[in-house]
């Protein structure tokens, strides 16, 4: 029995990446932002949602790809890192998918221009490859917490 799991598809300089849908509070439109002195660089501000101050960080920039569009479909992923909510800004959220864990192979020394050690592996789907990453390397909350 192939062992699935669902995953968020999202995309940044349309390479498309996966994170476990798990982790994944919701998807939003890009919020006002409020900023606030000396956050960290990769951080755009602040926003309430259902009543919890969410960090929002620019993911494009925290894997060194550049800065987050602004457009109709630039969204922010909800996240739930260290039990409290931080938005992360994608170029867009496109689909849920079912990956199974067979097809998923070891990362590449080099994938998509992202570090290695924030890369969970790659899959092939419908000949397209999805870089799945492990935002728990990638993010940590206390690099972004407004408390």
Do not use: C, H
């Amino acid at each position: 029995m192939a062992e699935l799991t669902k995953y968020i598809i999202f995309e940044i300089n349309r390479e498309r990446f996966a994170i476990n849908i798990q982790q994944v509070r919701s998807i939003e439109k890009m919020p006002e932002l409020t900023t606030m002195p000396q956050m960290p660089e990769s951080m755009k501000g602040i926003f309430e949602l259902r009543g919890a101050i969410t960090p929002v960080i620019d993911l494009k920039e925290k894997l060194n790809m550049g800065q987050a569009n602004n457009d109709e479909e630039t969204r922010v992923l909800i996240l739930t890192i260290d039990d409290k909510p931080l938005g992360v800004i994608v170029d867009k959220a496109t689909e849920v998918v079912d990956i199974d864990a067979d097809t998923i192979e070891p990362p590449p020394e080099m994938a998509a221009g992202v570090d290695r050690e924030y890369i969970t592996g790659v899959a092939n789907q419908e000949d397209q490859l999805i870089v799945i990453l492990d935002l728990d390397r990638v993010l940590y909350y206390d690099d972004y917490n407004v408390s």
